[in-house]
């Protein structure tokens, strides 16, 4: 059965460092999400992604985050200058042409920021 | 200002029984709402979802909407220990369809 992947499953990085979080989609899904989920709290939308651009970010999502789809499978977060704040977990989702509100989500890349 | 909210439980019921599980939202114009259950430290795996008011049942599965109300529910039958997790309700905002919502979810413990 097709799946969303996520690499890294951790990363540990010290404040003020970018990270890259990728993720791979399923093949035939045409919009993209990221989410995250702080420990012990909700799962919160940073973005979605359709047509190699940004087409919903909520307040979250200010300068600091960027999203690109670099080639025809990969999709990919970037956090620059990482803060306290941004340890979570980060879910990438994607859903299909027709039925994009059926989202499924990747495993998640747990972000440790130090 | 909360979009989504659940009861956060512990919910606990016995192997057998059916496990009701309660989500309100605040936005009148929302159209969509599903149910995602999410096991400890891994991602929401989606279980359902429903567009339009009354039931919609899938296997041991439930879903019931009440947009006049703002309510949506999930019913879980002959529950197993294996459906022990967070179920997570997540409504879909009236304006910005693919932005998700998402309740703080219900932890259920079905217990053998």
């Known amino acids: 059965e097709p799946e969303v992947t996520q690499t890294p499953s951790h990363q540990v990085t010290q404040m003020g460092q970018e990270v890259i979080l990728r993720c791979v989609p399923i093949?035939?899904?045409?919009?993209f999400y990221w989410y995250r989920q702080i420990l012990g709290q909700k799962v919160e939308f940073l973005v979605s992604?359709?047509?190699?651009?940004?087409?919903?970010k909520s307040e979250i999502f200010d300068d600091q985050f960027s999203v690109e789809r670099p080639d025809g499978s990969n999709f990919t977060l970037k956090i620059r200058s990482t803060k306290l704040e941004d340890s979570a977990m980060y879910f990438c989702?994607?859903?299909?042409?027709?039925?994009?509100?059926?989202?499924?989500f990747g495993p998640g890349t747990r972000l440790l920021v130090l | 200002q909360k979009e989504v909210e659940q009861n956060s439980g512990p919910l606990s019921v016995p192997e057998g029984a059916i496990a009701s599980l309660n989500c309100t939202y605040s936005?009148?114009?929302?159209?969509?709402f599903f149910w995602y259950r999410q096991y400890s430290g891994k991602s929401p795996e989606l279980i359902m979802f429903?567009?339009?008011?009354g039931d919609k049942e899938d296997g041991r599965f439930t879903a019931q909407l009440n947009k006049a109300s703002q309510y949506v529910s999930l019913l879980i039958r002959d529950s197993q220990p294996s459906d022990s997790a967070t179920y997570l309700c997540?409504?879909?905002?009236?304006?910005?369809?693919?932005?998700?919502?998402f309740g703080t979810g219900t932890s259920l413990t079905v217990i053998p």
């Open positions: 936005d009148r114009g929302s159209q969509s």
């Open positions: 429903i567009y339009s008011n």
């Open positions: 997540a409504v879909s905002g009236a304006l910005r369809g693919n932005q998700f919502y």
């Open positions: 989702a994607s859903s299909e042409p027709g039925l994009k509100e059926t989202q499924y």
């Open positions: 093949s035939n899904h045409l919009y």
């Open positions: 992604f359709y047509n190699n651009e940004i087409s919903e």
